[in-house]
């Protein structure tokens, strides 16, 4: 059975990204914007929140004028530390500043099929076998919804998405693919079976809900409405914005930062007006659109900045941060994907974000590869020693043993390299072999990032969900399908 | 002289300035220069060459979409003038556009308005969460030749696929193409539907349609 996944904690390395007083510059342009430009807020439920908390609303265009004290306000009852439950307590994932959880990214459409190699269309079998894989990697903390589960009816599909990895994992899930009060309803009632009640549920969030923005400064009705039940559940809930120069947001990345900021904090200022002290974060996944195509990049310096520089947003804050990461434009796991996915997991690493998003797809979080997958999760391995630095001390520095060996010897047989040698980074999918033997065999990571998926699926069994359970899971959707 | 305001009509095409293409227009309305020669002779050059730049990897998207706005200030001047005259300017196909029902997501679908507009077309913008008879009720009511569905959520998109079948109740489908668009979609979603044209992004979908309209 998997243990507690990996992460980076306790970091040596540390990155500059803003002064202070840059910081502040951001902040208080945001709260320029949400005071004097306004937010869209497309829900009944949302705007009598709003007006009941003296905020300037506007019932014909949604939008909603805030003055900045409001907003600060309400984010200081934003819980700063709390943990993301799993069915096994085990793998709950601590969100306190000091850990970097990975999970799979989401949501995509297409799957590079595990045994064919061709490309379809996803459906309900690849969340399940997702699911499954991921449930066997220490490098994967938490699961979003990897791929749409579309030969399931649009009314409950993103419920029959969580049902299927809880069914498959014992660790947390994060669905991005529930953005309606229908669906919402019935997934924390469905979360509140895996806990064991709706109050053990708010002690044992075993579901999050992440909700993506509409920029530039909008938001989706249904999003508020599942988020605003989310958060009266003690549901972590999050809202992501994506947005990118040139379209939805500035040319420039300070502009970018302070329209997708604006969206964020105002969002999560109303769940906090609703109900103080909600479990909450700040997800992010801004870019900049491709200045020939206008299409999301999924890489680029660009995105890079913005992953060392959201943490630091979301740090002002005192909130965690699910930031993207991953995610090449990639057409196939190639040159591209290494650059992209690991200098943007880098930079969003090391500033400690508390998730990133996530493993597994090429195109722009569109297609699935399970290749693409396993190699991410070696990006993270690296990544994650890299950031662990160098620890100097009497052993590490190795006097004694520097002396005993002397010039001219080696060090293979010294008691002290057998004692450390497996902190030394041994890789899965990195060719180190003689060039000959490549000569020969012609193969590399991407064979053997697949061969692994292929033997994790057919031999690695999850630990079941009570079958009790699953069919109270499979009548909460049912119930859900025909109300 | 003709040619000077000509020059300058190319001109603020290319560097994008609504303000001034408006106003040159106006300028050659009042000075009794032919509309139609106006538009192919000032305004259209500029376009041409701001496509041309793009191709060869000088210009970027934001340059068309701006000389795509400022030609469309020149046209609400000079198309009024035109129907005066009994003329009309040559358009290359009548498009209807919208984000389907459910979905809010007009960042993509707007940039093809744009790009449509800016290469000839006359689009009919519906906006977005666009019940899917209203799709068939504007291609109807503007005899349409193409009909441009935008989708951004895997659960909005098979909507897409409901508006094909109205047309085709509706008896429109002979004549109207299909062409459809967003995130999800691919090409072959597409053809699965029987939609008969698809881009993954706004350039393509100008090729596209240009395609449709058999020019």
Known sequence: MPGQPKSVTNPRLKLHVFSPEEIQKIHTATLDVIESVGVRFPSQRALDIWEAHGADVDRETKVVKVRGHIIEEALKSCPPVYSLAARDPQQDLPLDGNHVWVGTDGCGVEVIDLYTGKRRVSCLRDVVEIARVADALDEIGFHWVPVSAQDKPARTRGLHEIKAIWENSTKHVQTESIYNEHEARAAIEMAAVIAGGREALRKRPVLSLMQCTAPPLGHDGGSLDAALLAAEAGIPTGFMTMTACLTTAPATLAGNLVVGNAEVIAATALLQLAFPGAPVFYAAAQTASDLRSGAYTGGGPEDFLFGAATNVLADYYNIPLSMGSFATGAKEPNWQAGVDNSLSTFMASVVMSDMLLGVGFLHGSRIWSYAEMLMDCEIFEIIRRVINGIEVNDDTLALDVIKAVGPGGNFLTHKHTRQHMREIFVPQFMDRRPYNIWEEKRDGAVDWATAKARHILETHQPVPLDPGLSAELARIIALAEEA | ?215
């Open chain 2, 1 to 215: 002289m003709s040619q000077e305001l000509f020059d300058a009509m190319k001109q603020s095409i290319v560097d994008g300035d609504p303000d001034l293409a408006a106003e040159l227009a106006r300028k050659a309305v009042a000075q009794g220069v032919n509309p139609l020669e106006a538009l192919n002779q000032g305004f259209v050059p500029g376009v041409n060459y701001v496509g041309e730049q793009f191709s060869a990897g000088e210009m970027f998207l934001p340059d068309l979409v701006i000389a795509g706005e400022a030609m469309k200030a020149a046209v609400a001047v000079l198309e009024p003038e035109l129907a005066k005259s009994g003329g009309q300017r040559e358009v290359l196909g009548k498009v209807v556009m919208g984000t389907i029902e459910g979905d809010i997501h007009e960042i993509g679908k707007t940039l093809v308005v744009t790009m449509l507009s800016a290469t000839g077309f006359q689009v009919y913008d519906l906006g977005v969460d666009v019940p899917v008879m209203k799709f068939v009720e504007k291609a109807r009511e503007v005899n349409a030749d193409i009909v441009g569905i935008s989708a951004l959520l895997t659960t909005t998109m098979v909507k897409q696929k409901d508006v094909i079948e109205a047309l085709e109740d509706s008896g429109l489908r002979p004549r109207v193409k299909v062409m459809v668009g967003g995130a999800p979609v691919t090409q072959s979603w597409a053809k699965e539907i029987g939609a008969d044209g698809y881009s993954e992004d706004a350039v393509g979908a100008v090729a596209v349609a240009k395609q449709l309209v058999g020019s």
